[in-house]
C-alpha cells in the first residue's frame, strides 16, 4: 500500500484513516473492536480520536472512545502498527481551550486513557483565540521533547489563523501543524478549496479530510 507523508513530520501513513467518533456510542466496545481489527489488519494504520468524544451523549463524561482503543491496543497487542491521533482543546467537563496548563494536563489524561507512553499525532482541536498562538505551540513543543507526542496538527482551523501558527512556528523554531482537519465533503467545500487548500500546498502541510 502506498503511504502518504504527514506533512514534514517524517511520519508516512496509509490513504485512509479510521475516525474513532463512534466508539462507546453507537459502536459497542466489541464491534469497536472488530472494526480496529479488520482496520489494521487491512494495512491501514491512521486511528483517529479526540478526548471529548463522547461528551454530548447522557450519561458520558468524555474520553470514552480513548479508553476504548486502549482497551483494543492492550488487548491486541497492535500498538506499533498504529499511528495514534488524537485531539485537544474542545471544552468538556468545565475544561478545555489551547493554554498550556490545559495541554500538558489533558495530553497525560490521553495517554492514560489509550493506555500507551506516545501519540505519534496530537492535534488542537479547534483554532482558540483566547490562547496566544506561542503559547500553544510552546507547549506542544514540550510535549515534543518529552517523548510524550511525535507531530503535531491543527483541525477546523481557518486559513488566516493556519497561516499565522505556522509563520510563529517558523518564526519561533517550535514544531509546526505538520496536518489539518478541515470541515471538507460533498456538500461543503468551498471554504477549504477557496483559502486552505492553497494554504496547505503551499507549506506542505498534509489534509486529513
Known sequence: ???????????????????????????????????????????????????????WIPGHKGGESEEIIGRWLARSGKRDKVTLATKVGVEFGGRGGLRRTRILEAVDESLRRLRTDRIDLYQAHRDDPTAPLDETLSAFAELVRAGKVRAIGASNYEAPRLAEALAASARLDLPRFECLQPCYNLCERAGYEAALEPLCRREDVAVIP
Open 1 to 55: 500500500m502506498n503511504k502518504r507523508k504527514l506533512g514534514r513530520s517524517g511520519l508516512s501513513v496509509a490513504p485512509l484513516a479510521l475516525g474513532g467518533n463512534v466508539f462507546g456510542w453507537t459502536a459497542d466496545e466489541k464491534t469497536s473492536f472488530a472494526v480496529l481489527d479488520a482496520f489494521v489488519d487491512a494495512g491501514f494504520d491512521l486511528v483517529d480520536t479526540a478526548d471529548c468524544y463522547s461528551y
